[in-house]
């Protein structure tokens, strides 16, 4: 059985960045679970969930991790981030792998964000925004491994390094 992190957080904790640089550190694969659902489906995220709905892009979510879980091989996998925040997801990705939470703050999150149209959560109000962000960082918790996703991707990626299970 290959060996997995996995990376769970908020929109644009850097899940996608640092899942690329992890991987290529410790050459394994990398995989974005956003980026296999956009190929399958031939359309943007953002147009999934305007087409089709937040209901059955959910459940590709859940299909696509379920896929990629049953590969043997070494991999880092940067998840979207309701796919951290569904407890089943969670549940089945901390049996197969280390989890790791990638934490940043509310306003930290909107800097970066806020001027990246292809979100559509970003649609939400402030409130509804900050309401989701509560809920998710309360299923966020359960990660094996909490980073502060705010701090350089060499310090990030040094706090993983640091607390892998296995022995590189």
Same mark, same amino acid.
């Given at each position: ?48 969930? #305007?087409?089709?709905?937040? *209901?059955?892009? =959910?459940?590709? &979510?859940? +299909? ?7 590969? !043997? ?41 806020? #001027?990246?149209?292809?979100? *559509?959560?970003? =649609?939400?109000? &402030?409130? +509804? ?7 998710? !960082? ?31």
């Amino acid at each position: 059985m290959g060996k997995r992190i996995f990376l769970i957080g908020f929109m644009g904790s850097g899940k996608t960045t640092i899942g690329k640089l992890l991987a290529e550190r410790l050459r394994w694969k990398f995989i974005d679970i956003d980026e296999l659902i956009e190929r399958k489906e031939g359309m943007k995220i953002s147009d999934i969930f #305007k087409y089709k709905g937040e *209901p059955y892009f =959910r459940k590709l &979510e859940r +299909e696509t991790l379920e896929e990629v879980i049953d590969k !043997n091989e070494d991999m880092v996998v940067a998840t979207g981030g309701g796919l951290g925040a569904n407890p089943e997801a969670l549940k089945l990705m901390k049996e197969r792998g280390l989890v790791v939470w990638l934490d940043v703050d509310f306003e930290e999150f909107k800097r970066r964000c806020s #001027k990246d149209g292809n979100r *559509p959560l970003l =649609r939400l109000g &402030e409130k +509804e925004l900050k309401d989701l962000f509560d809920k998710r !960082n309360l299923v966020y918790r359960q990660a094996h491994l909490r980073i502060n996703a705010s701090e350089s991707y060499e310090n990030i990626l040094e706090s993983i390094m640091g607390n892998l299970p296995w022995r590189e």
